[in-house]
Nanobody, 124 residues
Framework: VQLQASGGGLVQAGGSLRLSCEVSGRTFTHGPMAWFRRPPGKGREFVSYITWTLGRTDYAESVKGRFTISRDNAKNTMWLQMNALKPEDTAVYYC??????????????????WGQGTQVTVSS
């Protein structure tokens, strides 16, 4: 199973970006998928997750109201629409997937498949 993240870039504060994560490889029985990020000099942070069957979502408080997660089951693809970006959103963003359907979906340790990361830089 491979996850390919894309869509990062440089944007001014207040701008928008849309990240994509495509799942490929062997047949994958989906649990939730998620976005995490690693700001410069900091640890990995939960951003958002979406469950594959019902599309239930959750967000970190810092991005609620600005970011929207979505997925297309047929395309095995997940997106993260990021609006009203702030300099503190600057980070490497990673998509993640798991076959598990239990546990804390905001906990990075339950995810066993990761994308390579895409850099998002927000200038002030």
């Amino acid at each position: 199973v491979q996850l390919q993240a894309s869509g990062g870039g440089l944007v001014q504060a207040g701008g928008s970006l849309r990240l994509s994560c495509e799942v490929s490889g062997r047949t994958f029985t989906h649990g939730p998928m998620a976005w995490f990020r690693r700001p410069p000099g900091k640890g990995r942070e939960f951003v958002s997750y979406i469950t594959w069957t019902l599309g239930r979502t959750d967000y970190a408080e810092s991005v609620k109201g600005r970011f929207t997660i979505s997925r297309d089951n047929a395309k095995n693809t997940m997106w993260l629409q990021m609006n009203a970006l702030k300099p503190e959103d600057t980070a490497v963003y990673y998509c993640a997937a798991t076959t598990r359907n239990w546990g804390d979906y905001s906990d990075y340790s339950i995810y066993d498949h990761w994308g390579q990361g895409t850099q998002v830089t927000v200038s002030s």
